[in-house]
C-alpha cells in the first residue's frame, strides 16, 4: 500500500525541489493533491487516459462525471479546445486566474476519459502559486476533482485529503487552509448566452458585469427529477455529511426557537443532535453539538468552514444535524447549494 508523501509550503515560500518531485510523479502517471484558492485538488496528467482513470479510482468517483483541467498560461487553453467564443475570451480575461471554470469544446489531444466521455472539456486556470507551479511542473495540464473521497464534503485542509487518500495517491502538498472554500463556478461557454452549471464564488452578478447576460442551468434549482443538470457532477447527492441534516429557514429567532425544541425532542429520544448556526444567533442555542461556521456579516467565513464542519459532524457520533440557511448576498447561492444537496433537499420552513 502507498502512504502518500506529505510535503508543507505557502505561497510565499514555494518549496521548489518538492514541486519538481511533484511534476515527475504527474509526468510519470502519478497523483499529486494540491492547494487551490477554492478546495484542494487530486491532480493527474489530464492528457493521460490512465492518470484520469487513476483518479476515478482513488476517489471511487462515477467514470460519468467529468474532471476539469488545470492550466497555469492562457497559451496553454488553444491546444485543448476547439475555439474559444469571443465572451469566453472576455470572461477569461475578466476572471482567469481565478474560481472560474469554463466549458468548451474539446480538442483531439484531450481524453475522452478525462471528460467522461463528453466531447467538451473544462478548464480553469488557478490562482494559487502552488497549483500554478504545480501544473506547469507536471506538463502544463492537470486533471483534478476535489481530493475527497467521492460523496464526503471536499476538503479545505491538507488533512481532510489525508483522511479520504492518503493510502491512495502519491504525495500531498500542504499549502495551508484554503482561501474560498467553496468548489469553482462553472459556467457553459458552448452556448450563448453561456450558463452557470455550478454556482460558487463567481456570481451571475460579476458574470454578467463582463459579459452582459448569462444564464442558469434550470436542472440547478428545480426540484423535477426529469430536469437534470447539465453538469453531471451535479445530480450526484455530493457533500453528504454521515447525519441526515435538516435546513431550516425563516426568521432568526423562529429558526432558533424550532431547532431548539427539536434538539430538546431528540435528545430527549437519545439522539446526538448537532446545530449549525452564525455568528450573529450562536446565543440563542443552548443544547446539542452547536457549531457557529461564521459571521453573516462576512459571508467568506462561512463558506471557508462550510465543509470542515460537515466533517468534524462526521467524526462524532451525531445522527441529526439541525442548519440555518445562509442566504447572504454574494456568495448565499452558492453555499446555499451545497447545503441543500447536502441535506437531499430536506429543508423546513418556520
Ligand atoms: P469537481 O472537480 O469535483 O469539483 O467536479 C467537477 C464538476 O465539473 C462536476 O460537477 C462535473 O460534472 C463538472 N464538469 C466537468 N466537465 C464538464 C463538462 N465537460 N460539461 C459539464 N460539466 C462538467
Ligand atoms: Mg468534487
Redesign the pocket.
Known amino acids: 500500500m502507498i502512504r502518500a508523501k506529505v510535503v508543507k509550503m505557502s505561497e510565499d515560500d514555494l518549496d521548489r525541489e518538492a514541486l519538481s518531485e511533484a511534476g515527475e510523479i504527474l509526468r510519470k502517471g502519478g497523483l499529486v493533491a494540491f492547494p487551490t484558492e477554492t478546495v484542494y ?1 487530486l491532480g493527474g496528467n489530464g492528457l493521460d487516459p490512465s492518470a484520469s482513470e487513476k483518479i476515478y479510482e482513488a476517489k471511487g468517483r462515477p467514470s460519468d ?4 483541467i488545470h492550466i497555469a498560461r492562457m497559451e496553454d487553453l488553444p491546444p485543448i479546445v476547439k475555439e474559444i467564443p469571443e465572451k469566453a475570451r472576455r470572461l477569461a480575461e475578466a476572471c482567469w486566474p481565478g474560481p472560474l ?1 469554463m ?1 468548451f469544446y474539446k480538442s483531439d489531444i484531450v481524453p475522452l476519459e478525462t ?2 466521455g ?1 466531447d ?3 478548464v480553469r486556470f488557478p490562482s494559487n502559486k502552488i497549483a500554478q507551479e504545480m501544473i506547469l511542473a507536471g506538463g502544463g495540464y492537470v486533471a ?3 481530493a475527497n473521497t467521492s460523496g464526503r464534503p ?1 476538503p479545505t485542509e491538507a488533512k481532510h485529503v489525508e483522511e479520504d487518500l492518503g493510502d491512495k495517491i502519491d504525495m500531498i502538498i500542504d499549502g495551508g487552509s484554503v482561501d474560498i472554500g467553496l ?2 463556478t ?1 459556467v ?1 461557454c458552448t452556448v450563448d448566452p453561456p450558463v452557470i ?2 454556482p460558487g464564488y463567481v456570481n451571475q452578478d460579476m458574470l454578467q458585469q463582463v459579459i452582459s447576460r448569462v444564464g442558469i442551468d434550470p436542472g440547478l434549482i428545480s426540484e423535477d427529477e426529469n430536469i437534470r443538470p ?5 445530480k450526484y447527492r455530493h457533500y453528504a455529511p454521515k447525519a441526515k441534516l435538516i435546513l431550516v429557514d425563516g426568521a432568526d429567532e423562529k429558526v432558533a426557537a424550532y431547532i431548539c425544541g427539536q434538539v430538546q425532542k431528540k435528545q430527549a429520544a437519545g439522539e446526538q443532535v448537532g446545530v449549525i448556526c452564525s455568528g450573529e444567533t450562536r446565543a440563542m442555542y443552548k443544547e446539542g453539538q452547536i457549531r457557529c461556521i461564521g459571521r453573516r456579516q462576512n459571508e467568506e467565513e462561512i463558506a471557508q468552514h462550510l465543509y470542515a464542519v460537515l466533517r468534524d459532524f462526521d467524526e462524532e457520533d451525531i445522527s441529526l444535524i439541525y442548519s440555518e440557511t445562509f442566504n447572504t448576498p454574494r456568495i448565499g447561492s452558492a453555499i446555499m447549494n451545497r447545503l441543500i444537496k447536502a441535506a437531499g433537499h430536506e429543508i423546513v420552513e418556520v
Open positions: 485538488g462525471n467529468p474532471l476539469i471554470t466549458i471528460t467522461g463528453l467538451t472539456v473544462a483534478a476533482p476535489s471536499s468548489e469553482s462553472i457553459d452549471l455550478r447539465k453538469a453531471p457532477g451535479m
